[in-house]
Protein backbone atom coordinates (compact mmCIF):
# COMPACT_ATOMS: atom_id res chain seq x y z
CA UNK A 1 0.00 0.00 0.00
CA UNK A 2 1.50 3.56 -0.94
CA UNK A 3 1.13 5.76 1.57
CA UNK A 4 1.46 9.81 1.50
CA UNK A 5 -0.82 10.80 3.93
CA UNK A 6 0.27 13.71 6.57
CA UNK A 7 0.79 10.79 9.40
CA UNK A 8 2.99 8.95 7.91
CA UNK A 9 4.96 12.09 6.85
CA UNK A 10 5.07 13.33 10.33
CA UNK A 11 5.92 9.84 11.71
CA UNK A 12 9.60 9.78 11.78
CA UNK A 13 12.33 12.71 10.89
CA UNK A 14 13.10 13.66 7.57
CA UNK A 15 15.54 11.95 5.45
CA UNK A 16 17.29 13.41 2.75
CA UNK A 17 17.29 11.09 -0.56
CA UNK A 18 18.82 12.19 -3.99
CA UNK A 19 15.79 12.47 -6.02
CA UNK A 20 15.66 12.63 -9.55
CA UNK A 21 18.02 15.75 -9.16
CA UNK A 22 21.43 15.83 -7.66
CA UNK A 23 20.39 17.85 -4.51
CA UNK A 24 19.64 16.71 -1.25
CA UNK A 25 15.76 17.39 -0.78
CA UNK A 26 13.87 16.41 2.69
CA UNK A 27 11.44 13.46 2.57
CA UNK A 28 9.41 12.40 5.38
CA UNK A 29 9.81 8.48 5.10
CA UNK A 30 10.63 5.76 7.82
CA UNK A 31 14.87 5.79 9.06
CA UNK A 32 16.83 4.73 12.18
CA UNK A 33 17.59 6.49 14.57
CA UNK A 34 20.96 8.92 13.71
CA UNK A 35 22.84 7.74 15.40
CA UNK A 36 51.96 4.82 -2.63
CA UNK A 37 51.82 3.25 -5.29
CA UNK A 38 55.05 1.11 -6.59
CA UNK A 39 55.65 3.42 -9.46
CA UNK A 40 55.33 7.38 -8.13
CA UNK A 41 52.44 9.42 -9.28
CA UNK A 42 54.09 12.63 -10.79
CA UNK A 43 52.31 15.71 -8.73
CA UNK A 44 52.02 19.34 -10.10
CA UNK A 45 50.65 22.55 -9.23
CA UNK A 46 46.89 22.68 -9.11
CA UNK A 47 45.54 24.29 -11.47
CA UNK A 48 42.90 26.98 -11.59
CA UNK A 49 39.08 26.23 -10.30
CA UNK A 50 37.14 26.18 -13.66
CA UNK A 51 40.27 24.50 -15.75
CA UNK A 52 41.11 20.86 -16.15
CA UNK A 53 44.76 19.41 -16.37
CA UNK A 54 45.51 16.20 -17.88
CA UNK A 55 44.85 12.95 -15.94
CA UNK A 56 48.77 11.01 -15.73
CA UNK A 57 47.41 7.86 -15.30
CA UNK A 58 49.89 5.38 -12.82
CA UNK A 59 52.05 2.73 -14.46
CA UNK A 60 51.69 0.55 -11.31
CA UNK A 61 50.92 -3.05 -12.71
CA UNK A 62 47.42 -4.94 -11.08
CA UNK A 63 48.86 -7.18 -8.41
CA UNK A 64 47.67 -10.51 -10.04
CA UNK A 65 44.71 -11.58 -12.06
CA UNK A 66 41.70 -9.35 -11.54
CA UNK A 67 39.02 -10.81 -9.09
CA UNK A 68 35.94 -11.86 -10.49
CA UNK A 69 34.02 -9.46 -11.85
CA UNK A 70 36.64 -6.56 -11.26
CA UNK A 71 38.72 -4.61 -13.30
CA UNK A 72 42.09 -2.84 -12.53
CA UNK A 73 41.81 0.91 -12.30
CA UNK A 74 45.69 2.20 -12.91
CA UNK A 75 45.20 4.99 -10.16
CA UNK A 76 46.73 8.25 -10.83
CA UNK A 77 46.84 11.64 -10.58
CA UNK A 78 44.00 13.68 -11.87
CA UNK A 79 41.46 17.26 -11.87
CA UNK A 80 38.51 16.64 -10.20
CA UNK A 81 35.10 18.65 -10.07
CA UNK A 82 32.57 20.18 -12.50
CA UNK A 83 33.00 23.47 -14.59
CA UNK A 84 31.15 26.61 -13.43
CA UNK A 85 27.41 26.48 -14.68
CA UNK A 86 26.30 29.15 -17.34
CA UNK A 87 23.22 29.75 -16.00
CA UNK A 88 23.28 30.89 -12.34
CA UNK A 89 19.96 30.41 -12.12
CA UNK A 90 19.24 26.49 -13.28
CA UNK A 91 19.33 24.84 -9.66
CA UNK A 92 18.11 21.80 -11.17
CA UNK A 93 19.35 20.55 -14.33
CA UNK A 94 22.40 20.59 -16.15
CA UNK A 95 24.48 23.55 -14.68
CA UNK A 96 23.19 22.63 -11.25
CA UNK A 97 27.03 22.38 -9.87
CA UNK A 98 27.48 24.55 -7.15
CA UNK A 99 29.04 21.39 -4.87
CA UNK A 100 30.98 20.35 -7.40
CA UNK A 101 33.44 22.96 -7.64
CA UNK A 102 36.16 24.59 -7.65
CA UNK A 103 37.81 22.15 -9.86
CA UNK A 104 41.08 20.64 -7.92
CA UNK A 105 43.79 17.92 -8.26
CA UNK A 106 43.69 14.48 -6.69
CA UNK A 107 46.42 11.36 -6.83
CA UNK A 108 44.74 7.77 -6.07
CA UNK A 109 46.33 4.69 -6.00
CA UNK A 110 45.60 1.51 -7.96
CA UNK A 111 42.57 -0.28 -6.90
CA UNK A 112 40.38 -3.06 -8.21
CA UNK A 113 36.54 -2.30 -8.89
CA UNK A 114 33.34 -3.92 -9.45
CA UNK A 115 32.75 -3.62 -13.41
CA UNK A 116 29.19 -3.23 -12.52
CA UNK A 117 26.77 -2.46 -9.87
CA UNK A 118 26.06 -5.04 -7.34
CA UNK A 119 23.34 -7.08 -8.82
CA UNK A 120 20.52 -8.81 -7.06
CA UNK A 121 21.66 -11.86 -7.27
CA UNK A 122 25.06 -11.36 -5.86
CA UNK A 123 23.29 -9.38 -2.72
CA UNK A 124 21.08 -12.88 -2.66
CA UNK A 125 23.98 -15.03 -2.17
CA UNK A 126 25.07 -12.53 0.61
CA UNK A 127 21.73 -12.28 2.36
CA UNK A 128 21.68 -16.36 2.37
CA UNK A 129 25.22 -16.43 3.69
CA UNK A 130 24.63 -14.15 6.39
CA UNK A 131 20.58 -13.83 6.82
CA UNK A 132 21.27 -10.35 7.09
CA UNK A 133 17.99 -8.14 6.90
CA UNK A 134 18.40 -4.31 4.81
CA UNK A 135 17.21 -1.56 6.97
CA UNK A 136 14.35 -1.57 4.53
CA UNK A 137 12.79 -4.77 5.67
CA UNK A 138 13.03 -4.54 9.76
CA UNK A 139 10.54 -2.73 11.15
CA UNK A 140 10.41 0.22 13.79
CA UNK A 141 9.83 -0.12 16.92
CA UNK A 142 7.71 1.97 19.48
CA UNK A 143 10.79 2.40 21.62
CA UNK A 144 12.59 4.16 18.89
CA UNK A 145 9.20 6.37 17.92
CA UNK A 146 7.15 6.87 20.82
CA UNK A 147 4.63 9.09 19.14
CA UNK A 148 4.37 7.04 16.52
CA UNK A 149 0.44 4.88 15.41
CA UNK A 150 1.26 1.25 15.98
CA UNK A 151 -0.43 0.96 12.53
CA UNK A 152 2.39 3.04 10.75
CA UNK A 153 5.16 1.41 12.27
CA UNK A 154 5.75 -1.01 8.93
CA UNK A 155 8.46 -1.70 7.15
CA UNK A 156 9.33 -0.04 3.77
CA UNK A 157 10.87 2.38 1.63
CA UNK A 158 10.59 5.06 -1.20
CA UNK A 159 9.21 4.39 -5.11
CA UNK A 160 9.45 6.91 -7.74
CA UNK A 161 6.08 6.85 -8.46
CA UNK A 162 5.11 9.08 -11.35
CA UNK A 163 1.90 10.97 -11.94
CA UNK A 164 -0.23 10.80 -15.52
CA UNK A 165 0.02 13.82 -16.33
CA UNK A 166 3.07 17.19 -16.23
CA UNK A 167 3.38 18.94 -12.97
CA UNK A 168 5.34 21.31 -11.39
CA UNK A 169 9.21 20.34 -10.58
CA UNK A 170 8.86 22.14 -7.27
CA UNK A 171 7.08 19.91 -5.46
CA UNK A 172 8.84 16.10 -5.52
CA UNK A 173 6.19 14.34 -3.38
CA UNK A 174 4.66 14.67 -6.75
CA UNK A 175 6.23 11.62 -7.86
CA UNK A 176 7.81 10.31 -4.96
CA UNK A 177 6.01 8.01 -2.54
CA UNK A 178 6.43 6.04 0.59
CA UNK A 179 5.28 2.13 0.01
CA UNK A 180 4.90 -0.10 2.92
CA UNK A 181 6.75 -3.83 2.10
CA UNK A 182 9.16 -2.28 -0.43
CA UNK A 183 12.72 -3.47 -0.42
CA UNK A 184 15.27 -4.80 -2.18
CA UNK A 185 13.23 -8.04 -3.16
CA UNK A 186 9.99 -6.12 -3.94
CA UNK A 187 11.77 -3.40 -5.61
CA UNK A 188 7.70 -1.63 -5.61
CA UNK A 189 5.94 -3.28 -2.73
CA UNK A 190 3.92 -6.05 -2.14
CA UNK A 191 3.27 -8.33 -5.56
CA UNK A 192 6.86 -7.26 -7.02
CA UNK A 193 9.76 -9.56 -6.79
CA UNK A 194 13.19 -9.72 -8.49
CA UNK A 195 12.40 -12.90 -10.37
CA UNK A 196 13.71 -13.09 -13.75
CA UNK A 197 15.82 -9.46 -12.34
CA UNK A 198 18.57 -11.55 -10.79
CA UNK A 199 20.75 -9.69 -13.40
CA UNK A 200 19.06 -5.70 -12.42
CA UNK A 201 21.33 -3.39 -9.92
CA UNK A 202 20.42 -4.36 -6.20
CA UNK A 203 17.97 -1.34 -4.87
CA UNK A 204 16.59 -0.09 -1.27
CA UNK A 205 19.85 0.15 -0.05
CA UNK A 206 21.12 2.08 3.00
CA UNK A 207 24.55 3.25 3.74
CA UNK A 208 24.63 0.59 6.60
CA UNK A 209 23.68 -2.31 3.89
CA UNK A 210 25.98 -1.43 1.15
CA UNK A 211 28.74 -1.64 3.69
CA UNK A 212 27.57 -4.85 5.41
CA UNK A 213 27.99 -6.36 1.68
CA UNK A 214 31.34 -4.91 1.18
CA UNK A 215 32.43 -6.30 4.46
CA UNK A 216 31.24 -9.68 3.72
CA UNK A 217 32.41 -9.69 0.11
CA UNK A 218 36.44 -8.89 1.26
CA UNK A 219 36.18 -5.07 -0.28
CA UNK A 220 34.86 -1.71 0.56
CA UNK A 221 32.49 0.94 -0.81
CA UNK A 222 34.70 3.44 -2.89
CA UNK A 223 35.64 6.69 -1.77
CA UNK A 224 34.36 9.85 -3.68
CA UNK A 225 37.97 10.90 -5.54
CA UNK A 226 38.21 6.73 -6.17
CA UNK A 227 34.70 6.64 -7.91
CA UNK A 228 35.82 10.00 -9.87
CA UNK A 229 38.61 9.13 -11.05
CA UNK A 230 37.64 5.64 -11.87
CA UNK A 231 34.57 6.93 -13.86
CA UNK A 232 36.24 9.21 -15.92
CA UNK A 233 37.97 6.15 -17.02
CA UNK A 234 41.51 8.61 -17.99
CA UNK A 235 39.39 10.99 -19.97
CA UNK A 236 40.27 14.60 -18.61
CA UNK A 237 37.34 17.02 -18.22
CA UNK A 238 34.77 15.06 -20.27
CA UNK A 239 31.32 15.81 -19.56
CA UNK A 240 30.47 12.29 -19.05
CA UNK A 241 32.09 8.84 -18.66
CA UNK A 242 32.28 8.20 -22.21
CA UNK A 243 33.38 11.43 -23.58
CA UNK A 244 31.58 14.85 -24.52
CA UNK A 245 28.40 14.00 -26.65
CA UNK A 246 25.90 12.74 -24.88
CA UNK A 247 25.27 9.88 -27.31
CA UNK A 248 27.81 8.40 -29.70
CA UNK A 249 26.88 8.09 -33.45
CA UNK A 250 23.86 7.77 -32.77
CA UNK A 251 24.10 5.38 -29.99
CA UNK A 252 22.38 5.88 -26.23
CA UNK A 253 25.18 5.38 -23.77
CA UNK A 254 23.79 5.23 -20.51
CA UNK A 255 19.89 4.62 -18.99
CA UNK A 256 18.53 7.87 -18.26
CA UNK A 257 15.22 9.79 -18.69
CA UNK A 258 13.64 10.72 -21.64
CA UNK A 259 10.03 12.01 -22.89
CA UNK A 260 8.63 14.95 -20.30
CA UNK A 261 9.77 14.74 -16.11
CA UNK A 262 8.29 13.11 -14.26
CA UNK A 263 5.12 11.65 -15.77
CA UNK A 264 6.45 10.33 -19.45
CA UNK A 265 9.52 8.23 -20.32
CA UNK A 266 9.65 7.28 -23.28
CA UNK A 267 12.31 4.32 -23.13
CA UNK A 268 13.88 6.21 -25.90
CA UNK A 269 17.13 4.47 -24.67
CA UNK A 270 15.60 1.04 -24.69
CA UNK A 271 14.77 1.25 -21.20
CA UNK A 272 11.63 2.75 -19.05
CA UNK A 273 13.04 2.91 -15.40
CA UNK A 274 15.89 0.67 -14.19
CA UNK A 275 17.73 -1.77 -16.69
CA UNK A 276 19.48 -4.92 -16.02
CA UNK A 277 23.00 -3.93 -15.79
CA UNK A 278 25.68 -3.95 -18.83
CA UNK A 279 23.30 -2.92 -21.32
CA UNK A 280 25.38 -0.05 -22.30
CA UNK A 281 29.04 0.42 -23.45
CA UNK A 282 31.76 0.49 -20.66
CA UNK A 283 33.73 3.37 -20.23
CA UNK A 284 37.58 3.19 -21.18
CA UNK A 285 38.70 1.24 -17.83
CA UNK A 286 35.52 -1.76 -18.18
CA UNK A 287 33.27 0.00 -16.12
CA UNK A 288 28.95 -0.25 -17.03
CA UNK A 289 26.63 2.26 -16.02
CA UNK A 290 28.87 4.82 -14.20
CA UNK A 291 26.51 7.35 -15.77
CA UNK A 292 22.54 6.76 -15.41
CA UNK A 293 20.76 3.51 -14.33
CA UNK A 294 21.19 3.66 -10.40
CA UNK A 295 22.45 6.09 -8.13
CA UNK A 296 25.77 4.47 -5.86
CA UNK A 297 27.00 4.95 -2.59
CA UNK A 298 30.69 6.38 -1.61
CA UNK A 299 32.02 6.26 1.63
CA UNK A 300 32.60 10.07 1.70
CA UNK A 301 30.78 12.19 4.04
CA UNK A 302 28.90 15.15 2.30
CA UNK A 303 29.67 18.91 2.77
CA UNK A 304 29.26 21.34 -0.02
CA UNK A 305 32.55 23.05 0.98
CA UNK A 306 34.91 19.82 0.62
CA UNK A 307 36.14 20.79 -2.08
CA UNK A 308 37.49 24.11 -1.30
CA UNK A 309 39.08 22.57 1.39
CA UNK A 310 41.17 20.36 -1.23
CA UNK A 311 41.87 23.13 -3.72
CA UNK A 312 43.49 24.89 -0.95
CA UNK A 313 45.81 22.07 0.04
CA UNK A 314 47.32 21.49 -3.52
CA UNK A 315 47.13 18.01 -4.78
CA UNK A 316 45.52 15.99 -2.53
CA UNK A 317 46.24 12.05 -2.20
CA UNK A 318 43.86 9.38 -1.54
CA UNK A 319 41.23 12.16 0.12
CA UNK A 320 38.33 9.96 2.22
CA UNK A 321 35.86 12.96 2.69
CA UNK A 322 35.37 15.55 5.07
CA UNK A 323 35.69 14.08 8.72
CA UNK A 324 32.01 15.23 9.58
CA UNK A 325 28.89 15.89 7.66
CA UNK A 326 27.54 19.04 7.22
CA UNK A 327 24.92 19.93 4.65
CA UNK A 328 23.38 23.35 5.17
CA UNK A 329 20.02 22.71 3.90
CA UNK A 330 19.56 20.29 6.21
CA UNK A 331 22.00 20.54 8.80
CA UNK A 332 21.13 17.99 11.00
CA UNK A 333 21.20 14.93 8.82
CA UNK A 334 23.85 13.08 8.21
CA UNK A 335 24.56 12.59 4.42
CA UNK A 336 27.29 10.62 2.34
CA UNK A 337 28.09 11.22 -1.39
CA UNK A 338 26.05 9.89 -3.73
CA UNK A 339 27.05 9.10 -7.75
CA UNK A 340 26.53 8.48 -11.33
CA UNK A 341 23.19 9.69 -11.48
CA UNK A 342 20.13 6.97 -12.01
CA UNK A 343 17.75 6.42 -14.85
CA UNK A 344 15.11 9.59 -13.82
CA UNK A 345 18.24 11.56 -14.74
CA UNK A 346 17.38 14.59 -16.94
CA UNK A 347 18.63 17.67 -17.92
CA UNK A 348 15.19 19.31 -17.35
CA UNK A 349 15.57 18.75 -13.55
CA UNK A 350 18.40 16.80 -12.93
CA UNK A 351 22.00 15.87 -15.06
CA UNK A 352 24.17 13.98 -12.68
CA UNK A 353 25.03 11.36 -15.24
CA UNK A 354 27.68 14.52 -16.20
CA UNK A 355 30.33 12.76 -14.33
CA UNK A 356 32.12 15.44 -12.07
CA UNK A 357 28.31 15.82 -10.75
CA UNK A 358 27.43 14.91 -6.75
CA UNK A 359 24.84 13.69 -5.25
CA UNK A 360 23.82 12.78 -1.82
CA UNK A 361 21.76 10.89 0.71
CA UNK A 362 21.10 10.27 4.29
CA UNK A 363 22.47 7.34 5.46
CA UNK A 364 19.52 5.41 6.04
CA UNK A 365 17.51 6.28 3.41
CA UNK A 366 17.06 3.36 0.43
CA UNK A 367 15.13 3.87 -2.42
CA UNK A 368 14.15 2.14 -5.46
CA UNK A 369 16.93 4.00 -7.89
CA UNK A 370 20.06 3.57 -5.35
CA UNK A 371 22.52 1.03 -5.29
CA UNK A 372 25.80 1.01 -5.30
CA UNK A 373 29.18 -1.28 -6.46
CA UNK A 374 32.99 -1.80 -4.56
CA UNK A 375 36.38 -1.49 -4.76
CA UNK A 376 39.25 -4.05 -3.53
CA UNK A 377 42.25 -1.95 -2.58
CA UNK A 378 45.89 -3.52 -3.06
CA UNK A 379 47.07 -2.81 0.47
CA UNK A 380 48.28 0.48 0.91
CA UNK A 381 45.03 2.69 0.81
Not at 227 to 251: C, H, I
Request: with cysteine.
Amino acid sequence: MTKQSPARKWLIPVIVIVLAGGAGIGFNVMRSKPATPETPTPMSAAPASDEFAPTIESQERPPGSAPEGMVWIPGGEFSMGARSPMDSNDVVGMQATTDSRPIHRVAVDGFWMDATEVTNEQFDRFTKATRYITVAERTPTAADYPTAAPEDLTPGSVVFAPPDHAVPLNDHFQWWAWVDGASWRKPTGSGSSIKGREKYPVVHIAYEDAQAYAKWAGKRLPTEAEWEFAARGGLSGALYPWGDNFKENGQWMANVHQGNFPNIDTGADAFVGIAAVAKYPPNNYGLYDVGGNVWEWTSDWYRPDYYTQLAASGVARNPKGPTEPFDPTEPTEKKRVHRGGSFLCTEQYCSRYAVGTRGKGEVTTGTNHLGFRCVMPTGKT
